[in-house]
């Protein structure tokens, strides 16, 4: 057998599209180049011929015909009377090519160079796939869900590469099943016992970034801006945009025709609110903005400290601080100022509210219209009144009601 079967060996070269030719043949070259070292103690007059289509492999040996007895170097020269054993037509000062016979390597030789190749296919492999995604950071990507554990999800992309998305980058709200396709952004690429594992996510906020460029084709083009993105995922998330043209509203062109643009996007993220503001320079307006859906009265700016007391009515507070309080604590990390929120005109702290808008995933909608039909706008507003005066007030089952007194009763007591 003059030449050895490497098909499993460039199959893998084949799968992997990133590893370009002249690379195979360097590889393929230097591991049988090792083995002839090992077996003459040169290399220099041996030729390896690849043939990747057919995935075998010759080795050529070149030697110089000498007279003789004139043999000084047997790795380079050959005797005339030993060339023209082979080919009677020889002469004096040609080239001798022979084909290397790999039975003469061994067995066991033939297989450490199998073994060996496929180790740096495989490191190359690993190079190329890290590579890859390490110029994909921040690019979203759609795999398929392989498997599901406890603490991460495996997924497939279009090649079969295996990415993971950990439970501390899923939406709290997500729930996936084998099969089904995932959208998310390429987050970073670790190494891991000398393999890189791509990471995925769909709670940064370099996620909803992407989505909204894909929504919103003034962001892909350039002419609005996203400055910055603050979220928390699944809940809320707000957005700072600044058009470069006059002529386009940066938040009316991410919010769409009857918000069409953007509720793809709150579909996606789980029916997380998404709050599209203006950027300002002018710290004052860019808190006010901040605070949405509130709106406040007067406020106390120290620059120094990165902190501002903040003034409303009554009616305005639950809604500045938000459910859980992450109106307030997205604000505050939008603006990078420490907020703190007041009564207009007084001192104290008002009394934390939730407004009844905030429930609306575990409250249908026309369960909080018909409370908010006889006044009850925030969640304190409704557990004021007894269980007997929402049931005469309202058109709402007793059972309804108790379900939604437990709710909001649940929630306060996190707070």
């Not at 037509?89 to 190749?117: C, H, N, P, S, W």
């Not at 190359?124 to 995604?133: G, I, R, V």
């Not at 009616?315 to 939008?334: P, V, Y």
Request: contains cysteine; hydrophobic residues 40%; negative net charge.
């Amino acid at each position: 057998m003059s030449s050895i079967n490497l098909i499993d060996a460039f199959q893998d070269f084949k799968d992997a599209e990133n590893i370009d030719r002249p690379t195979m043949m360097k590889v393929v070259e230097d591991v049988f180049k090792t083995l002839l070292r090992k077996k003459y103690g040169s290399d220099e007059n041996f030729d390896v011929i690849v043939n990747a289509e057919k995935g075998d492999l010759e080795i050529m040996r070149r030697r110089l015909i000498v007279e003789d007895g004139a043999v000084n170097d047997p790795l380079a020269e050959v005797a005339y009377s030993d060339a023209v054993k082979i080919e009677p037509d020889f002469e004096v000062g040609e080239d001798l090519y022979e084909v290397v016979d790999m039975f003469d390597f061994g067995r066991r030789a033939i297989l450490a160079a199998k073994q060996t190749l496929a180790s740096r296919i495989g490191d190359l492999k690993k190079n190329a796939l890290a590579k890859k995604y390490t110029e994909r950071i921040g690019e979203i990507i759609n795999a398929e869900v392989y498997q599901v554990w406890k603490k991460e999800i495996l997924l497939l992309d279009e090649e079969g590469n295996e990415l993971i998305l950990p439970k501390s980058e899923q939406i709290p709200q997500d729930y996936f099943k084998k099969g089904e396709s995932i959208r998310s952004v390429v987050l970073k690429v670790d190494m891991r016992n000398n393999s890189p594992v791509i990471i995925l996510s769909r709670t940064a906020p370099s996620f909803l970034a992407k989505l909204l460029e894909v929504e919103v084709p003034e962001i892909f083009d350039g002419l609005i801006v996203v400055k910055k993105i603050v979220r928390d995922p699944g809940e809320r998330a707000k957005v700072a945009v600044e058009s470069y043209d006059d002529r386009i509203d940066p938040v009316g062109a991410c919010v769409g025709m009857k918000g069409s643009r953007i509720h793809g996007i709150v579909r996606e993220l789980k029916n997380e609110n998404i709050d599209i503001i203006n950027w300002t320079t002018n710290t004052q307006l860019l808190i006010q903005r901040s605070l949405t859906p509130a709106k406040i009265t007067s406020m106390e700016l120290d620059q120094e400290n990165k902190h501002a007391n903040v003034y409303l009515n009554p009616d305005q507070i639950s809604l500045a601080i938000g459910r859980r309080g992450a109106n307030i604590k997205l604000a505050s990390e939008l603006t990078g100022y420490e907020l703190d929120v007041y009564r207009d005109s007084e001192d104290e702290v008002e009394e934390f509210d939730i407004d009844l808008d905030e429930f609306s995933d575990e409250i249908e909608a026309w369960v909080i219209d018909e409370l908010k039909r006889i006044g009850c706008d925030t969640g304190r507003s409704v557990l004021k009144l007894t269980l007997e005066d929402l049931v005469r007030r309202t058109d709402l089952e007793k059972e309804t009601i108790e379900d939604v007194r437990k709710i909001l009763t649940e929630e306060f007591e996190k707070e």
